[in-house]
Each structure stands twice: as structure tokens, then as C-alpha cells.
């Protein structure tokens, strides 16, 4: 038995941890060993250790003698007498202080870095970013001769700069683009100069770590005080970070409520003192300096001298002269950084003391004394100034304000200033937004139209595919990490506008696209009518718009709802829905024949529902498209004769004034988000595509992300590549019908969804098919879907419409697994028929996209060399710039070869500049070489390396899950080129066939096989009582014996009865003999030291379900942990199950607007969820249907022998209980969301 106090992991960190016990030169020789370490088989590893520690020890090593000095305990330990030391918390065992072992172990894992959401991540170093610090000079000097703008010019030098940096890349040889990738790279993983790291300090560093504190009030709950100490080589200051006075926590800074000016000195020193940086005696005056401006003064301003005003309020009765003159300097800059702060958005800004003179009025001022910043107008003149404007003018106020090295701005509107969101009982009703304003607002990014979407004919609509920002949040954006999968884009012939009557005028001025030009889908509609709101509305109040816009975005966001597809013909009927009011309209405005008076009672009757059977229904989708459509063009019309902004009077014949319309689509509003509510769906509609990417290609990556086999994402890009047409068929879309025995896409054979499709799954009425997985399994087996035996490949149409049904069905499993039916429109899938074979149908679905991919490359490499030489036949007829349509600016999709490509979106005015004009001071491999040869301390290049070790962990993770998948670096040069179709294993997938060993590295014991591959995720597991057999007993005996003699002895707690049935498994059981024979020994020690140890109770009771098998030395985390277990209560389930895998692909965070009324998506998230323990449930038999899903191997089936004999009952060998037990038949299912199921 252990003695003594149990220690915890901090009194042993510093002899585990690899960091703490190597040195980095030691962890450098090391890494280079990690790609033999994963490749080498378990059986092979303390040979490995052994030569490993060889090599990083600096004497030799006698292993008959090992060295007993603590630093070789804690790299590679020795073994001890007597018991090891168990607790509840850790267990210590001789071979845990392996710190050479742990190593391997962390490196070896496949797991990614830790990183900051993606808003507070820093910008990353690229090559063209690198060139505009290398050439800063030539750069400013090219900027001259192109546009005769010098640095500081307000005419917006920084945008010219940025093009003509792009420029100036482009131009550079391609030898030195390349140096700037490779020093991108390098300042990416290891550090930047010091000078960049002192400019991005004093310009950035401020608002990131203000990012930081928001996010982890906003989104954690926590508030945070940041100790910021520079990076020895820095001349910043020490600093105490901490926003709770900005938020009004604190009543003052925490700095001059806590000291912490020692602990500051002290931190400082620490770091600085191997550097030699700073001597003791000068660190006070640096950390106490203080600003004369910003000091702390005695009289206060309270919030209503300038909340809701213009100017701020002074009063002559707080005049104190004594006072005042004291604390002249700080005060006089108080009260003009708070004037000047308050007509802006933003709380602390600089004030303009050059140009204060044209900001104000000139009654503000004194004739002698022009006003300049307090420290350079000394005391005296502070004094006269608030003197004159306590007494005479009664406050400041500023005409305009303007931020450092700009121009002046007019004063904001009340509801947007920064004190708005805090008092919003001051924000008076909002002026017109200013012209420039709206221009931003309604600004929609011009996107070349592919070049590919002449095929379908037409002219491409400005709303679809390029402007999902004016309707969805900005939280919702996948693009930018999608982007990263590499996956072409595809256009969509939902961008085309709709044909409109021969003979009618189709020419309309820019921005005032009537509704008949406008795609027939909800996401162009959207966009439509938000555009018309910012930019021809912008008379009327903010506040009577807000529900409009969110009636807008909800309607583009709303699942399917009960009668969605409701025809407008039928509806219209219902509601008196007026003739002239529809998306076919020629005019953007009312048109002068509409009777207002209908359009009024129209939106008035809120004909969104109608009520049938004494119940409300849904009218359609279609009409209330058709009610959005008459809320906007009225608002239009209202505006345009002059209607009062914010009251309730009507002008000429609108009649309705705006309170009226706020209250109606308030209204509207709160049906929308009842229906958000009752019918939530989780995951993206493809009708909502738009929200996540700007490309369907990338939405259907979207869906599949979450893909483990990595088969389909493959597949998606070749699919990318099959020639441009239109849907093929057989295939056809299958409208939605809410009819229980209505066809749908999933009941057809030939039937696929439309991308109009409101639901991210299948359709609702199919997951009650009792032959629903057959069905699919079915369709899964054609031969035809992606290539006609025929002709050849299909078109791009109709491989993105197979791959859209294969990628719905592929979530709504994806949901069958997480268990994610929470969502009120969800539940149904908790019922669905696609739980029992899910495992069965995603396998499936891995080997159609397997055998596809396979069936398709071949094609489509003879489809591009024909599509190749047929460009370079017609571009000697038709040159090189193609022209489609009425769209501008399309571009060739095929690109030049590397080393002649430069963006066609470059700016024009610098492409004409000669770079051979430009005074280039060094070459870009002499600015590598006078960076390196700057001296650095020895901190400073402990802290470079230590950089590019923790930036080296994504590298690692990536490699690791090559050599586990069989590959190498040097396999295969196409980055389009495919491995083999896998081999399907118990549980897991296998790349086949296994790469020959000449692609591999050698290994360190020459063994020829390579370890299999680990399973990934964890199997649905049904447990039976009865079905364990003699042997299968046998096995998990042996296996908790192994692990108890791993640990180091018999655990405590350990009853001598269960001690003898583990001594008679071990007797009966050869392979236990061999494992714990003294060449082996070290398998089980390394078995139970893999993934650091799992963590075990005081009973010393581990759960081995889902476990790796006999051998297999895991890195991966613990998958499950169970509470300890009396033998008597064997039989009986008490699990408590996590699952940590991570699944988002953006920041994983959930947004402020996850609960928002504005949106009924919440995040993807798979939560960290853990379950307590359920009352115990007596195992009993179960029905003869559940035994081909048993697990007789597992420990619980070795249980049976041992519950025959518990006092509570004993069980017949039918399942029937005596004894005073009841028969209960239970299945326990283990997912990997951590839920746990009973079903009896």
C-alpha cells in the first residue's frame, strides 16, 4: 500500500513536462525522429527509446547499470521498489516520469494548435506583405511616378500604396517572389524584426487586446486583466491592460485601486535581466511616468452634461478657480476630448488640436491665445479657456469631428454614437443618412461572372451568389476557411435574370432593377429588397425600417414551414391580395394606376396566415415574398411624395403614415420568429447557400466538412471539373408537398432537391419510411449518376445535383450521431428509420464516392485535354479576353503558368509604371542577410525558436496524418491525384493498396509492415448480460490484470474473491502468460502509459469500451471515464462519457446573435457534454434482434459469470431472473456526443 501524502500533477510538471525538462537544442534532435516514431509498430518502441536517449545523453549509457542522477530519472526513469503511489486524482507510476516518452507521445498525436477566433487572430505574414516592408522606399517612389502622391498626402495615399504594392510584387523576378514567401514563412513561425514588431505594437496592439478582453466578457464570461511585458529588444513600456473602468465596473483605473507597480518591476526585470536590457534604478521612473493630460482630476462630468447633445453641458456654478487652476491642463483636455468624442462612434479619440479652429465655432475661442495641445499652451491660457467657456459660452460643442490624419466628418446620428447603446432612452429620432453614408451601405461588390455561365443564356443578375453580406450576418461566413479546401468555383444559373415579355423596354437605370429582372429565389429577393430600403428609403427613420429588414432576413433564413409551398393563385384569393401587386411589376415604384387604397388593406389584414379548420395556417412562401414586395415598394412611394419620416400622418394617397407600417411589420416579425422557433432545422438550407459561401461547390463542402473518410471532398472537386449544362436527364426536380404519400426527391428514383431547398436534410415525411436506408442504398448502387454508360461524364448541373441529395443525406446522419434533434423541428429524427442503419448507409455512402472518383478522373483528364486544345484553337479567332452577355470583366477560368501570372484586377496606372524607374536599394536575399545579421540576445533567440516549435505543431499534425494514411512527401506530384479506393476494416478504413517501402523512411528497426491505422471514431455499442462467453470473460480479465500490473500492483479496494478470478483468467489465458513474461513487460507498460495514462478511480474500475486493440499503443485522448464499480454491482450501467472533438470550421465560438430574434441558425456546434450517472438498471435479457450488435469482447460481457452469483439474482439461461430479480431487457448505445440512450 502507498504511503505518504498523494502529490498532485503540479508537484510533478517539472519532471513530465518535455519542455520543462529538455533543452531546446535537446528537443531539436529529437523532432527529427518523430516521423519514425509514428510509423513504428508498439512491439518496436523501447528500442527506439532506448537509442534515442543514447543519442541525447552525453555519457555513454550501461542499461545494466543505469545512471541514478535525477536528471536521468526525469528523461528516462528508473525503476523503484515497492508500490506505487494511486490516488483519485493521479496515478503515479515509475514509468510516468519519462519526459523522452511523453514527447514522442504529444508529437505523435494528430491534434492542431490552440488558436484565437479568428476576429482577434493577428494578420498573417505573406509575401506580399514582406515586399512592402523590404521595399518601403521603392515602393513610396513608384506611388509618385504614378499618381505624384507623396507619403501623408489626404488624398488617399494608403488605398494607391496598397495597389501599388500589388503591382510592384507582380513585377518583381519570380526568384525573389519566392524569397518573400519563403521570409513570410519564416516571420510567420518565428518572429518578425524587431522595428516591425515596435510599429504593430504602437498601432494595433491596443484594439487587439481590447478584442481579447470584449471576447471573453462577451462571450466567456470573464473579465480579464492582461500584465503586457515586452519582448526583451523592445523599448514599449510594461503595462496593465484591464477595460472594467471603460465599462464602468470599476469607478476608477484597477491600476490606482490595486498597486501593482512592484509586481510590474519585478515581471519587468525577470524577463529583461539575461538580456542586460534595463538597469533596476531607471525601471521606476519608466513604469511611473505619467501624462500631464491624462491625470485624474477632481471635478467629474456627469452623463447628462452630454448624452443626447450635440455639445457638452458646463455649468457656471461648479466653477472652482482655486481648483481649475491646479488641474488646468488635464481638465482643459478632458472637456475637449469628451466634446469632440461625442458627435462620433467612438468613445476616446484624439483630439484635432491643429484644426480645432475650424471645428468649432470661433465663439469658443480667445482672440490672443490660438489653441494648441494643453502641455505647449501652458497653465495660465489652460485656466482662461475654461474660465471663458464655464462662464461665458456654458459648454463646447464641435461641428464636426475627425479622426488623426483625415478629413472632417459630420457629426453621426444619435442612434449610432457611442454612448447610444447604453442610454438608448436618449437617441432622439435619426436624421437622413447622409449621401456618402449610403453609398457604403448599398454598396454591392462587382463580381466578374464566370466565364462558364454563357452557356445557360441571359444576362447575370447583380443579386444572387455575390451578395449574401446585405442580407446575413457577418458570423455566419464560412468563405474565408472554406477557401482553404482549395474547391473551384462553379457559377449558378440562378444568377441569370428572368426573360421578360418580347417588345417591353428592358433598359432601366442602374440601381433601380425593377422586380421583374430579379432571380425568382428568396436569397435574390432578399438582397433586392434591401438594397431598395438603404438606398431609396433613406428619408424615412431607421426605427421605422428596423422591422422591415428584419422581416426580410428572417423570411431569407426561415426553415420549411408547414405549407411553405402554398400557391400564390390559391392565397391571393384568401387575402384580396391586389392584381397590380407582383414580382412580374416593370416598375420599381407603385405604379400610378394602383389603388393604394387595396395595397393598404392588403397589408393591414396580416396576410400571412389565413385560418382554415379553426386553426391559423401559413399562406406560402410566395406570399409573403408578395407582402415584402408591397411593404417596400409603399415605403418607396411614401418617401418619395415627402411622407413624414417617424409620424403616423399619410401624404397625398399613401394614407398609412409610418408608425401604422412599423406596427404591421412588427407584427410580421414575431410570426416569423414563432415559426423560427417550431420549425428550427440545424445546419444551412440550400436555400440560405449564400450565407455560408459565394458558391455552391463551397456550400456542399460546407456540408461534408465533417467527412472522416476524406472521400468526398475529393469527389466534390472532380465533379467541379465536368463540363458546363444544364440538368440532364433522366434526373429532374421534385417539387416539395407536405402529403404524407406526396413523391419527393427521395421517394423518386430519378429525383434530386433544388437548390431552392428549405431544409439542410431530408425531407420530413421520408424519415418515417420503414424502407427508407433500402431506398437509399439503392440509389447509392447505380452506375449511372455521375457518368452515363453512354456518353460519358455528366454535366456539372447534374453532378452538383447528386452530390447535393448525397450531401443532405450525409447530414441528417451526421445529425443521427451527434444526437442533434434538440431543435423543435428536428425531434423527428430522434424516430427516424436511418438510426438503426446509420453506420451502415455512411459506409455506403464512403464507398459510392470512392467508386465514383475512381470511375471519373480517367474521363475527365481526356475531357481537359480536349477542352485545352479546343481554348487554343478558338483564342487564335477570338483572342485571348472573352466577353459573354451584358457582363463586363469576365475572366478565362483556366490560369498562365505560374511564373508569368499577374492578377487581371491590378491596377492599370501602376502596370504602366517601369519598374526598371524605380531605385531598388538592395536585392531582396541582401535584406535576408542584414536581418540576420543583426545581434540578438540570447533571450531573444530562445524566444525565436520557441516561436517556431509551437508554429511547427500544425506542420506535425499534417505530417502525421500523411505517414498514418501510408503517404509521403514525395507521393505524387498532382495535387488532383487520388489514392486508391479504401480498404473498409472493423471499424476504421485503410488506404489501399499499403505504399512500397521505397517511399518510405527507413525505419529504425527495419520492420516491413506498417502499424494499422486507428480508428477515429467511436462504434454504437448494444451490450448484452447474456451474451458473454468462458472466453470472452477470459479476455477482459486478462486485459484489466494487464493493466492493473501496468499501474503497479493490486489497486486498492480490490476484493480477494475478484483477485481470484483474475488469478484463474490469467491461468487459463496463454497470452496473458507471454505479455507479462520480462521481454514483454515493457508492452504493458508502454500500453498503459499511452494518452498519458486514463484517468482511474479509487476502485481503479477503467472503462476499455471503444479502446484501441490488444497492442496498440494509442495516442489519442481518453474517449470515456467511469466511476468506480463494487463487485456485487457489475451487471449494472453507470457510465460517464465526453467527447471533446471539436467540429467547427471557423472559431468554434457562439456568436452574440446565436440567440438574436434576427436569426434562427444557431452555430454548429458539438458541445463538451457531460451526463451524471443514472440510477443503476439491472441487465437482463434482451430480444434475439439486438445479438448481431452485441459485444461479447468487451468487459462488460466477461461480467456474467460473476452475476450469476450476486445476492440481488440470479439469471436463467433464457434471460429469466429468480431470486427476487425482474426480467429487464436494456440496450445502452454510446455515441459520440456523450449522450447516453437506454431503449428497453
Not at 472521400?711 to 404524407?740: D, M, N, W, Y
Not at 502525421?960 to 495535387?975: D, F, H, I, P, R
Not at 456474467?1200 to 433464457?1214: C, M, V
Amino acid at each position: 500500500m502507498g504511503t505518504g501524502k498523494p502529490r498532485t500533477y503540479g508537484d510533478i510538471a517539472d519532471t513530465v513536462l518535455p519542455s520543462l525538462v529538455f533543452t531546446l537544442d535537446t528537443l531539436k534532435a529529437l523532432e527529427k525522429s518523430v516521423d519514425t516514431y509514428v510509423r513504428l509498430a508498439p512491439g518496436d518502441r523501447r528500442t527506439f527509446f532506448r537509442n534515442q536517449m543514447d543519442d541525447i545523453w552525453t555519457e555513454p549509457i550501461d542499461w545494466a547499470c543505469m545512471p541514478r542522477s535525477p536528471e536521468f530519472k526525469t528523461q528516462w526513469s528508473v525503476s523503484v521498489k515497492g508500490p506505487a503511489v494511486s490516488t483519485l486524482h493521479l496515478t503515479e507510476h515509475p514509468s510516468d516520469n519519462q519526459a523522452l516518452r511523453r514527447y514522442f507521445q504529444e508529437q505523435g498525436r494528430i491534434r492542431g494548435p490552440a488558436a484565437l477566433p479568428e476576429r482577434l487572430s493577428t494578420r498573417k505574414w505573406t509575401g506580399l506583405r514582406v515586399c512592402g516592408v523590404v521595399y518601403h522606399e521603392s515602393i513610396d517612389e513608384m506611388v509618385f511616378l504614378g499618381t505624384g502622391m507623396r507619403p501623408g498626402d489626404t488624398r488617399g495615399y494608403i488605398g494607391q500604396r496598397m495597389k501599388c504594392r500589388t503591382v510592384f510584387y507582380w513585377k518583381l523576378p519570380g526568384s525573389e517572389r519566392r524569397q518573400l514567401d519563403e521570409m513570410a514563412k519564416d516571420w510567420q513561425a518565428g518572429s518578425a524584426p524587431a522595428q516591425q514588431k515596435i510599429d504593430a505594437y504602437y498601432r494595433r496592439f491596443h484594439t487587439w487586446i481590447k478584442n481579447v478582453h470584449m471576447t471573453g466578457l462577451r462571450e466567456f464570461g470573464q473579465h480579464l486583466v492582461t500584465m503586457a511585458i515586452p519582448e526583451p529588444g523592445l523599448p514599449n513600456p510594461p503595462r496593465l491592460y484591464e477595460f472594467m473602468y471603460d465599462l464602468k465596473v470599476l469607478e476608477k483605473p484597477l491600476v490606482k485601486t490595486v498597486p501593482v507597480g512592484d509586481t510590474l518591476t519585478d515581471i519587468y526585470l525577470a524577463v529583461n535581466h539575461a538580456a542586460g536590457r534595463l538597469e533596476g534604478a531607471a525601471l521606476p521612473t519608466l513604469l511611473n511616468k505619467k501624462s500631464r493630460l491624462k491625470r485624474k482630476t477632481t471635478w467629474a462630468m456627469d452623463e447628462t452634461n452630454f448624452v443626447g447633445r450635440d455639445e457638452i453641458v458646463l455649468r457656471e456654478e461648479d466653477f472652482d478657480e482655486e481648483l481649475f487652476f491646479k488641474e488646468a491642463i488635464s481638465m482643459l483636455y478632458t472637456i475637449v476630448r469628451m466634446a469632440h468624442s461625442n458627435i462620433s462612434s467612438h468613445r476616446d479619440l484624439d483630439p484635432p488640436w491643429a484644426s480645432f479652429s475650424e471645428l468649432v465655432d470661433q465663439r469658443y475661442l480667445l482672440p490672443d491665445i490660438p489653441m494648441c495641445i494643453p502641455t505647449a499652451l501652458r497653465q495660465p491660457n489652460c485656466f482662461k479657456y475654461l474660465k471663458h467657456w464655464f462662464t461665458v459660452t456654458k459648454g463646447l460643442r464641435f461641428n464636426q469631428w475627425q479622426r488623426k490624419n483625415s478629413i472632417p466628418m459630420a457629426p453621426v446620428p444619435f442612434d449610432q454614437r457611442w454612448w447610444a447603446a447604453s442610454h438608448a432612452e436618449y437617441a432622439a429620432p435619426a436624421e437622413a443618412i447622409p449621401a456618402t453614408a449610403m453609398e457604403a451601405m448599398a454598396y454591392v461588390p462587382e463580381t466578374a461572372a464566370p466565364s462558364d455561365l454563357h452557356v445557360f443564356g441571359g444576362t447575370v443578375s447583380p443579386f444572387g451568389s455575390g451578395g449574401g453580406h446585405l442580407v446575413h450576418d457577418a458570423e455566419t461566413w464560412e468563405q474565408e476557411s472554406l477557401e482553404l479546401l482549395d474547391i473551384p468555383y462553379v457559377p449558378d444559373p440562378d444568377d441569370l435574370q428572368p426573360r421578360i415579355v418580347p417588345g417591353t423596354d428592358s433598359t432601366f437605370a442602374e440601381g433601380d432593377i425593377p422586380p421583374a429582372l430579379v432571380p425568382g429565389n428568396c436569397e435574390a429577393r432578399a438582397q433586392w429588397c434591401m438594397k431598395q430600403v438603404q438606398t431609396h428609403c433613406n428619408g424615412i427613420s431607421r426605427r421605422v425600417t428596423r422591422p422591415l429588414r428584419a422581416a426580410i432576413k428572417q423570411l431569407a433564413e426561415l426553415p420549411m414551414v408547414p405549407n411553405c409551398t402554398y400557391p400564390l393563385k390559391s392565397a391571393g384569393r384568401r387575402c384580396g391580395l391586389p392584381y397590380d401587386l407582383r414580382w412580374t411589376m416593370l416598375d420599381a415604384v407603385p405604379p400610378a394606376s394602383a389603388n393604394m387604397q387595396d395595397w393598404v388593406r392588403f397589408l393591414e389584414s396580416a396576410p400571412w396566415t389565413f385560418e382554415q379548420a379553426g386553426a391559423a395556417t401559413y399562406a406560402g412562401s410566395e406570399l409573403a415574398w408578395t407582402f415584402v414586395l408591397g411593404g417596400v415598394l409603399y415605403l418607396r412611394g411614401y418617401s418619395a411624395a415627402g411622407g413624414d419620416p417617424s409620424g403616423d400622418e399619410g401624404v397625398g394617397r399613401f394614407t398609412m403614415g409610418c408608425a401604422r407600417f412599423h406596427r404591421i411589420f412588427t407584427q410580421f416579425v414575431s410570426t416569423l420568429e414563432d415559426y423560427g422557433e417550431r420549425f428550427r432545422y440545424p445546419g444551412w438550407a440550400p436555400s440560405t447557400k449564400y450565407a455560408v459561401a459565394n458558391s455552391r461547390s463551397l456550400y456542399l463542402a460546407y456540408l461534408v466538412r465533417h467527412d472522416t473518410q476524406d472521400v468526398l471532398l475529393p469527389l466534390i472537386k472532380l465533379i467541379t471539373r465536368l463540363k458546363q449544362g444544364a440538368l440532364e436527364a433522366p434526373f429532374e426536380f421534385v417539387p416539395h408537398s407536405a402529403a404524407t404519400d406526396a413523391p419527393s426527391w427521395v421517394t423518386q428514383s430519378n429525383g434530386v432537391p433544388s437548390w431552392q431547398w428549405q431544409r439542410c436534410g431530408l425531407p420530413p415525411a421520408s424519415h418515417k419510411l420503414s424502407d427508407l436506408p433500402d431506398i437509399l442504398l439503392a440509389w447509392l448502387k447505380r452506375d449511372d449518376l455521375l457518368v452515363d454508360p453512354e456518353k460519358g461524364p455528366r454535366s456539372c448541373e447534374t453532378g452538383l445535383a447528386v452530390m447535393l441529395k448525397v450531401a443532405l443525406v450525409f447530414a441528417d446522419l451526421e445529425h443521427v450521431e451527434d444526437e442533434n434533434w434538440t431543435d423543435a423541428g428536428a425531434r423527428i429524427l430522434e424516430l427516424s428509420t436511418l438510426c438503426s442503419r446509420r453506420r451502415e448507409l455512411q459506409i455506403a455512402i464512403a464507398d459510392w464516392a470512392n467508386q465514383e472518383a475512381v470511375r471519373l478522373e480517367p474521363l475527365l483528364d481526356a475531357l481537359d485535354i480536349a477542352r485545352e486544345d479546343q481554348d487554343e484553337e478558338e483564342s487564335h479567332t477570338r483572342g485571348d479576353s472573352l466577353q459573354y452577355g451584358n457582363s463586363p470583366g469576365m475572366k478565362s477560368v483556366r490560369r498562365r503558368p505560374a511564373s508569368q501570372y499577374i492578377p487581371d484586377e491590378v491596377d492599370d496606372t501602376f502596370m504602366a509604371v517601369d519598374i526598371g524607374d524605380v531605385v531598388l536599394p538592395h536585392s531582396v536575399q541582401e535584406y535576408r542577410e542584414r536581418v540576420e545579421a543583426e545581434p540578438r540576445t540570447a533571450v531573444q533567440e530562445l524566444t525565436r525558436k520557441g516561436l517556431q516549435g509551437i508554429s511547427a505543431l500544425g506542420e506535425r499534425r499534417q505530417r502525421n496524418k500523411e505517414l498514418l494514411s501510408g503517404k509521403t512527401a514525395s507521393a505524387g506530384a498532382s495535387s488532383m491525384a487520388r489514392r486508391p479506393a479504401p480498404q473498409r476494416t472493423s471499424g476504421g478504413w485503410q488506404g489501399m493498396p499499403a505504399p512500397s517501402m521505397d517511399d518510405l523512411e527507413p525505419q529504425s528497426d527495419g520492420e516491413d509492415t506498417l502499424p494499422p491505422r486507428k480508428r477515429r471514431r467511436t462504434m454504437a455499442l448494444k451490450i448484452r448480460r447474456n451474451t458473454g462467453t468462458r472466453e470472452a470473460a477470459t479476455d477482459a480479465s486478462s486485459s484489466r490484470t494487464k493493466l492493473a500490473k501496468a499501474r503497479g500492483g493490486k489497486r486498492k479496494g480490490t476484493s480477494g474473491r475478484r483477485a481470484k478470478v483474475n488469478r484463474s483468467s490469467k491461468q487459463r489465458n496463454p497470452r496473458t502468460i507471454r505479455r507479462t513474461s520480462p521481454e514483454s513487460s515493457y508492452e504493458s507498460e508502454d500500453q498503459a502509459d499511452s494518452m498519458c495514462g486514463p484517468v482511474s478511480g479509487a476502485g481503479g474500475g477503467v472503462s476499455d469500451l471503444g479502446g484501441t486493440s490488444e497492442g496498440d499503443d494509442s495516442d489519442a485522448m481518453p474517449m470515456r471515464i467511469t466511476t468506480p464499480r463494487d463487485p456485487r454491482a457489475l451487471g449494472w450501467a453507470q457510465p460517464v462519457t465526453f467527447d471533446a472533438d471539436a467540429t467547427s470550421i471557423a472559431t468554434g465560438l457562439d456568436s452574440d446573435a446565436a440567440d438574436s430574434a434576427f436569426s434562427f441558425h444557431r452555430p454548429p456546434v458539438r458541445r463538451l457534454t457531460f451526463i451524471d450517472a443514472n440510477q443503476a438498471i439491472r441487465l437482463g435479457a434482451e430480444s434475439s434482434r439486438r445479438s448481431s450488435l452485441s459485444a461479447p469482447g468487451t468487459p462488460r460481457a466477461a461480467m456474467g459469470d460473476r452475476l450469476a452469483s450476486s445476492p440481488i439474482g440470479t439469471e436463467t439461461p433464457d434471460g429469466a431472473m429468480n431470486a427476487g430479480g425482474s426480467s429487464v431487457s436494456t440496450a445502452i448505445v454510446v455515441r459520440r456526443s456523450g449522450r447516453l440512450k437506454r431503449s428497453s
